[in-house]
T-cell receptor, first 113, second 116 residues
Framework: DGGITQSPKYLFRKEGQNVTLSCEQN?????MYWYRQDPGQGLRLIYY???????QKGDIAEGYSVSREKKESFPLTVTSAQKNPTAFYLC????????????FGPGTRLTVT | GENVEQHPSTLSVQEGDSAVIKCTYS??????FPWYKQELGKRPQLIID?????GEKKDQRIAVTLNKTAKHFSLHITETQPEDSAVYFC???????????????FGQGTILTVHP
């Protein structure tokens, strides 16, 4: 399971707390993505980044924030403003100039109570 | 933006039968259509993809067909095996040829169960 990693695998937080999910890749990919997966709804795009120091909102960005200070890293912060944060979060990366295959990390399951 | 509809939501077949999953998309400019397989608790993995300049693509027991006029594409699995049991997602690009390369829109997923 090398290439793109996410940590931790499971994360528990109290309501009202911000939490940051880690995503690292060693595939030398320029593009990175964050998706949220809920049962019966497929994968929904939260944020994506095509290059370092630049990122764009996806379809469900409200209540989330990201940074892209290094090519290898694209952390996602789930803020207290996110109304339903409990979900499975997947990070992905790809080369640009495509579209091309997106490679996914193993995911982080976040539970907020 | 792009909208992708996937059917059926669940599919149950006997080992050795064929399985077909269908997707429709809304943006006629989309030009890349991947299919991902996700086993329980695992990450999605690409199993096959097709681009709009091709009508069909095969890889062993898996094939994908694309009808650009009707804006739909389908995944065909022949001689199904129990290890094919998983959730399958189709996807399409949102802004093909523009500034949003790789910005995929996913279907809702199909839970495929292959009974021995």
């Amino acid at each position: 399971d090398g290439g793109i990693t996410q940590s931790p695998k499971y994360l528990f937080r109290k309501e009202g707390q911000n939490v940051t999910l880690s995503c690292e890749q060693n595939l030398n990919h320029d593009a990175m993505y964050w998706y949220r997966q809920d049962p019966g709804q497929g994968l929904r795009l939260i944020y994506y980044s095509q290059i370092v120091n630049d990122f764009q909102k996806g379809d469900i960005a409200e209540g989330y924030s990201v940074s892209r200070e290094k090519k290898e890293s694209f952390p996602l912060t789930v803020t207290s403003a996110q109304k339903n944060p409990t979900a499975f979060y997947l990070c992905a990366s790809s080369i640009t100039g495509g579209p091309y295959e997106q490679y996914f990390g193993p995911g982080t399951r976040l539970t907020v109570t | 933006g792009e909208n992708v509809e996937q059917h059926p939501s669940t599919l149950s077949v006997q080992e050795g039968d064929s399985a077909v999953i269908k997707c429709t998309y809304s943006d006629s400019a989309s030009n890349y259509f991947p299919w991902y397989k996700q086993e329980l608790g695992k990450r999605p993995q690409l199993i096959i993809d097709i681009r709009s300049n091709v009508g069909e693509k095969k890889d062993q027991r898996i094939a994908v067909t694309l009808n650009k006029t009707a804006k739909h594409f389908s995944l065909h699995i022949t001689e199904t095996q129990p290890e094919d049991s998983a959730v399958y997602f189709c996807a399409a690009t949102a802004n093909a040829g523009g500034t949003s390369y790789g910005k995929l829109t996913f279907g809702q997923g199909t839970i495929l169960t292959v009974h021995p």
